[in-house]
């Protein structure tokens, strides 16, 4: 899967993955291990959900502002970008009225 098949596609438009910041540093030689750095903390996240880890576990945004390679390469500022939530459902509306306009089809 591409960098822009990771946000999906949102209203029949394509999610840009540009516009969360992720790609600027997922670029260059570095990408691996940042790719490598964002998958340890979502899985270090999903086993304090899964209770392999002990309580008082970080959320996976602050594992991430916390974590040097991370941080090295996007601000708290793109992090905090990446995150937004508003940013990531714009289209909810649109989307669930084409899906009542057109029946589901």
């Known amino acids: 899967m591409g960098a822009g098949?990771?946000?999906?596609r949102a209203g029949g438009r394509a999610a840009r993955w540009h516009d969360?910041?992720?790609?600027?540093?997922?670029?260059?030689?570095g990408r691996l291990n940042f790719l490598y750095?964002?998958?340890?903390?979502a899985l270090a996240v999903s086993d304090a959900?899964?209770?392999k880890q002990g309580a008082g576990a970080l959320s996976f945004r602050q594992?991430?502002?916390r974590d040097p390679d991370i941080a090295s390469k996007l601000?708290?500022?793109e992090l905090d970008r990446a995150f937004d939530l508003q940013h990531h459902l714009r289209?909810?509306?649109e989307i669930i009225d084409r899906a009542l306009r057109d029946g589901g089809n």
Do not use: D, F, Q, Y
């Open 20 to 29: 969360t910041g992720w790609a600027h540093a997922a670029s260059g030689k």
């Open 91 to 93: 289209w909810t509306g």
């Open 75 to 77: 601000s708290a500022e």
């Open 49 to 51: 959900l899964t209770g």
């Open 37 to 41: 750095s964002v998958r340890r903390n």
């Open 63 to 65: 594992r991430l502002g």
């Open 5 to 8: 098949g990771l946000l999906g």
